[in-house]
């Protein structure tokens, strides 16, 4: 079943950001884009090419509103050790939930069952907490950054501008469509 158009499910979570530790849940997130970025384990090989490659983009999602939550299985304890020994994952400024419960993993429905792990995924949430998207991928393929920050903006402008979508490649600035019975077959 898609998660797409569902509201995130309460949770209550330990987490590291910025030297400290602290808690999170829904709450957190109520009235804000956000983004949760679960990935399988701390102290692996893809996952901190992709927390690094976020948290290269990560000046430009907060300009944009959004808050970055990454998720795995890991303690919050684990997240800080990680942080302070990897050159990549030290950039990481936003907020690393450590899940060990899987009450998160299995909200998102991103669990390895039988291996305690969450799989690859990424979901943007609106301010009203409901999913607009998600992406999961397997074991090896890691994710892209550059290409998550154009897909927010366009939730963004479909959020703003109700009637318009926004098509294949859509960078911001580009133009839109209005889909109508006239169009159909046009394009």
């Not at 927390?51 to 944009?64: I, S, T």
Request: charged fraction near 25%.
């Amino acid at each position: 079943m898609s998660l797409i158009n569902t509201k995130i499910l309460p949770f209550q979570e330990h987490a590291y950001r910025n030297g400290e530790f602290i808690d999170v849940s829904e709450a957190d997130v109520a009235g804000k884009w956000a983004i949760f970025f679960f990935y399988p384990g701390d102290f692996t090989f893809v996952c901190p090419t992709e927390l690094g490659d976020l948290a290269d983009h990560y000046d430009e999602l907060q300009k944009l509103g959004v808050e970055v939550f990454s998720v795995s299985t890991d303690s919050h304890f684990v997240h800080k050790a990680w942080h302070t020994e990897s050159d990549t994952v030290s950039k990481v400024q936003y907020t690393m939930i450590g899940d060990p419960s899987l009450q998160l993993t299995r909200n998102f429905d991103v669990e390895r069952v039988g291996a305690g792990q969450a799989d690859r995924a990424t979901f943007l949430v609106d301010p009203q907490g409901v999913i607009q998207f998600y992406e999961l991928t397997a074991e090896g393929i890691g994710r892209n950054a550059e290409e998550l920050v154009r897909k927010v903006k366009a939730a963004q402008y479909i959020a703003a501008h109700p009637g318009e979508v926004c098509p294949a490649k859509w960078e911001e600035g580009d133009d839109t469509l209005a889909p109508s019975i006239d169009l159909v077959g046009m394009i």
